[in-house]
């Protein structure tokens, strides 16, 4: 679209008491500026200019890869028109520019839209009638409801202060009259400020056509200044992506009780319990089960897997039909193959597991291959690392490692091996072969235990 776009994003966040810039705090997952830029690039503006200043290179490090970005530094914060100042010479001043602010996250872009539509050529201004107007600029019409300005609730007087409608502070500034505007402002007033805000005065009194447009919802324009305010918006956000999940018909055992800091991807007939926190990429295929406060993150469920209660994962997959869990950990680089189980207390790194074996308990898999229906006995360790290097260890179809057994790697178990439990294999076990390292039993019959030595 034609149209320049400014965040103003230098505020320094001193309620949110916290060394973390204001526009770095994630909201489900993500930086409050970065909710701010996606919604903002929906609408594919010209220019795409942040204005930042407190923590400047923490923002502008977490956004380095954000090669659109345009960046103005407000070094000392002087009011929300000396920051737009800043970016000005960063703009094309034939298109209009829209303005948005770095701590309201929640804004649609379908509200963006109106706003642009319905404003034309004109100036837009997005306010909303709330019933605590409070703290916020209020918008002043004359008798025939045109808007002549908008005043600070510090600068109010008594009758100006029962205005219930407020300036959201997202306008759009019509092109061309911008730069003679800002430079135009002045500071006289309750802040010290330069106010952008004072140039729809100056628009009104020029004849200029003011529209105002209203979000959807007042959510949408709440902007963020502590931390009670940040966990709010956290929680509309949370359940407006619980309720697009019930819509699709994924079945939640509490809306309220499971957070989305990523995308999560659902089939048909998915279930999820309370508690669950699923972050990154997160795909869950048809009739996927997930129990109780599981945590996963870039992960791919495939159909018909159970997931049961405490179940952690992180870049891994599980295949079709498989069960994992309860309390069992899957890290990056684990791929389970269809109907593989995998129980409580185990963990499994960077390895792939075939189809139909199991590790029900207790074990440590790290860089392996394990083939199919291979079963691994409780308490099995594989040990890949020799303190400088780690090694692989490859186990395949059908093998069975007893219980306690440790697999010194680099080492192969071959196909339809037997490891006995308890045993340490350093060696490879060929083939249907049974190998075992165990110590031979002893029996001393009638063995007499120490007993303690008389000191006195
Ligand atoms: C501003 C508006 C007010 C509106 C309210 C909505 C002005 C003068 N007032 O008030 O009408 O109701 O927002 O929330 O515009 N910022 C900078 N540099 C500055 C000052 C602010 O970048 O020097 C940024 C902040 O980071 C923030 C935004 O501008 O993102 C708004 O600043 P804030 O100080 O919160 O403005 P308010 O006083 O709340
Ligand atoms: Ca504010």
Redesign the pocket.
Known sequence: MSLNIVI??????KRMYSACP??LHPLAGKPLLRHVLETARQLHPARLAV?Y?HGGDAVRQAFSSDTDILWAL?S????????LAQALPLLDATLPTLTL????PLVEKTTLERLLLQSGEDMGLLTVDLDHPQ???RVVRDEQGRVRG?V?ERDATDAERAITE????ILLLPRGVLGGWLAGLKNENA?G?Y????VVARAASGGMTIHTTHPAAAWE?E?V?DQRQLAALERVHQRRSADRLLLQGVSLADPSRVDIRGHLVCGRGVRIDVGCVFGGEVHLEDGVAIGPYCVINDARIAAGARLAAFTHIDGASVGANGVVGPYARLRPGTELAAGAHVGNFVEIKNSRIGSDSKANHLTYIGDADIGARVNVGAGVITCNYDGANKFRTCIEDDAFIGSGSQLVAPVQVGKGATIGAGTTLTRDAPANALAISRVRQNIIADWKRPSKKDTQ
């Open positions: 103003l994003a230098a505020g320094q966040g204001k526009v204005v200043g407000q000392e914060q002087r009011g929300t028109g000396h920051a602010y770095g701590d309201v703290g916020y600029g908008i600070e407020i300036n959201t502070g802040q400020e106010y952008l805000t004072d324009v902007g200044n």
